[in-house]
């Protein structure tokens, strides 16, 4: 079965502090990796993805698969990092995603 | 705005009414797909198409929900003898046609979604 976990429904950190998004994963075979954000009033956009290895606006993501993990990092949090964060599968090939709950994280000033 | 966009934003309808909701993707995109989100939830697969091609259902795609895609540009999806469990946001995306993204991965570009609430 696939299927996304997120455990952390909320994330608070202050401006400045390293942040760590938490994704887990659970799929028999070599899945795709995504992290999805939503900033307020904006649409589901694409932050990056395993495959590409990049950091996008200071964010990168690394490709556990003896964790089954694909945790999102970055050292130093700013305030317009708030926002929702999604991470999503698809197996190779395959084109639906599968999302987790979602983690909200605040950067407080 | 050349991104994937949804109408109608919102719908209010009440039980047992029909209600259509309108995709229309980038133009260039030859897959769309749909999904639906609740409430503290991320968003859930429901179909997708590549062209006029429906290839994939979710078995949350009741019998009461179609989704069309008749010339392979803009999808429609019905809800029919909506109930409350229905209301949600539902998502429409679409990508490129394979190869043609950055290493071979489709992105997903997302439109605003339709938000129906069912009373």
């Known amino acids: 079965a696939q299927r996304v976990t997120q455990p952390e429904k909320l994330l608070s950190v202050f401006k400045g502090a390293p942040v760590e998004l938490k994704c887990n994963y659970s799929?028999?075979?070599?899945?795709?990796l995504f992290w999805y954000v939503q900033y307020s009033r904006q649409r589901l956009q694409l932050l990056l993805r395993?495959?590409s290895r990049e950091s996008i606006k200071g964010f990168t993501a690394d490709l556990n698969k003896g964790e089954t993990s694909f945790h999102l990092k970055k050292p130093f949090a700013q305030e317009e990092d708030s926002a929702m964060y999604y991470c999503a599968l698809s197996g190779r090939g395959a084109q639906k995603l599968v999302f987790g709950q979602g983690t909200r994280l605040t950067i407080n000033p | 705005d050349t991104g994937v966009s949804q109408n109608p934003r919102h719908k209010i309808t009440k039980r047992g009414q029909n209600v259509t909701f309108r995709c229309d993707p980038i133009?260039?995109?030859?897959?769309l797909y749909w999904y639906r989100q609740t409430l503290g939830q991320g968003p859930e697969f429901l179909t997708y198409?590549?062209?006029?091609?429906?290839?994939?259902k979710s078995r949350l795609l009741s019998d009461r929900f179609s989704a069309e895609r008749p010339k392979g540009s803009f999808s429609t999806l019905e809800i029919q003898r909506t109930e409350q469990g229905d209301s949600a946001m539902y998502l429409c995306a679409s990508s490129r046609p394979f190869g043609t993204d950055r290493n071979g991965v489709r992105e997903q570009y997302f439109g605003p979604g339709t938000r129906l609430t069912v009373t």
């Open positions: 133009s260039e995109h030859n897959r």
């Open positions: 198409f590549q062209n006029e091609a429906q290839l994939e």
């Open positions: 799929y028999s075979g070599s899945p795709e």
């Open positions: 395993h495959i």
